[in-house]
């Protein structure tokens, strides 16, 4: 048996005690099972009890995103430990205000996302998201906030409780680059699609809905909605986005007067008019 004498075999099949004589039984000694080291149990019974949180959550219809939230953002972090010191009261879901989209695919090959509108003041909505881990640039807020004539709150918030659709139209329908407008954009959006001009709020419901997982593997940098311009602080006509790069999930504002061009890596977001 591999070179070894049966005296160096107990009648069990394990190694004596004596010790080994040769080169070949100093370096080649086999080893019982129970030599072997065994997993920690507390470690496997934590990883188990890990596993087990995690299907029944998930099985309650709460998304991996959200069970990550907390991680990533300090304020949900607080807010999931004051819920969990509290035993997990029952919270009645209006008061939540929660907006839970709807994705599909049209007959245009384009993602589309229903969803319930909310009536937000711009200053909400700056709150609301902040709150949901996003990140609001300098002039996406200084719409959000206008009190100039063509303001957010005099002329862009939804209807609540109306169900809205929006079309996420690949901007790369319009191949040439010259031709790649806010207007021509919409005008194909129009005439080819049948989609209709949006209001600045659903921008908003965009950014709450897609994550920046979803854009990645829809092949889109941002969203932008192609709504009627809001003056941002410095005067210009903008308009308000999506987007994600690294630093984060970005609702922003974007230079959105008729003549501008769109790069492609991104899409319009459209109303639906039967919406």
Known sequence: MGGFSEKQLSKEGTFSLKPPNTWEEKHYRRHTMSDIA????????????????????????????????????????????????AGCPKIELPQLNIMVPVFAINEHGHTTITFTGLDL????????????????????????????????DANH????EQTYTVALMPNAVIEKNRDRSTE????????????????????????????????????????AALHDPIADRGGYPSVLDAHR???GRWLD???????????????SAL???AT
């Open 38 to 85: 065994h997993p920690d149990t507390a470690i496997t019974a934590g990883l188990d009890t890990a596993a087990k949180y995690f299907r029944v959550l998930l099985k309650s219809g709460i998304t991996l995103e959200q069970l990550m939230r907390p991680l990533d953002n300090l304020t949900a972090r607080r807010n999931f430990a004051r819920f969990v010191a």
């Open 245 to 247: 790069d690294d630093g």
């Open 121 to 152: 003041s711009g200053a909400e909505e700056i709150e609301r998201a902040v709150e949901q881990g996003n990140r609001v640039g300098d002039y996406a807020q200084s719409c959000l906030v206008s009190t100039n004539a063509d303001s957010y």
């Open 253 to 267: 504002a974007y230079w959105g007067r008729p003549g501008r061009k769109w790069l492609t890596g991104g899409a």
């Open 184 to 223: 021509g954009l919409r005008q194909v959006g129009a005439d080819k699609f049948g989609y209709a001009k949006p209001l600045a709020g659903i921008a908003p419901r965009i950014r709450e809905a897609l994550s920046d997982e979803a854009m990645e593997k829809l092949g889109f940098y941002y969203v």
């Open 157 to 160: 918030r939804l209807v609540a």
């Open 271 to 273: 109303l639906v008019p």
